[in-house]
């Protein structure tokens, strides 16, 4: 639990008359009947990984923290663009297997894809080396 979260529990043992001290480590393991618990009207646990993540008593958060509307927000942003960026490729491989398959109706034999991956380490040599080409031609 980070730093002074146990606090917060700490205030609400303290009103349901459950802690008498200050220190909540003596009462620990804790455990709440029906009884203890029928004031409060709406009681949420959310688990992770085996453990509480959070705990929300009425409006109070015992442990955790409520989101902001700003992380929401990022949250739906990033979840629209990365479904966007997922569709485009469904799309993108869907378009190219028809094109392949356009092409091999036509033709009777497949496109020729060239080596990728050394096209690639090329193309990454002529950044790093500043855009400048071993062609004697060019130079000339």
Do not use: C
């Not at 008359?17 to 009884?35: A, M, Q, S, T």
Request: aromatic share 12%; net charge positive.
């Amino acid at each position: 639990m980070p730093d002074g979260e146990h606090e917060k529990i700490q205030v609400f043992l303290q009103q349901l008359g459950i802690l008498k001290e200050d220190n909540i480590r003596k009462i620990i393991p804790l455990f709440f009947n029906n009884e203890q618990l029928k004031k409060y009207n709406k009681i949420e646990v959310s688990y992770k990984n085996k453990g509480i993540e959070k705990i929300k008593i009425n409006d109070l958060f015992l442990k955790g923290k409520k989101i902001t509307l700003i992380e929401r927000l990022i949250y739906y942003t990033l979840t629209a663009i990365f479904s966007v960026i997922g569709l485009f490729g469904v799309w993108l491989v869907f378009g190219l297997a028809k094109l392949h398959v356009e092409h091999y109706k036509k033709t009777g034999e497949t496109i020729e894809i060239t080596n990728l991956v050394v096209a690639k380490i090329e193309g990454f040599k002529y950044v790093i080396k500043g855009f400048k080409s071993k062609n004697k031609e060019s130079e000339g």
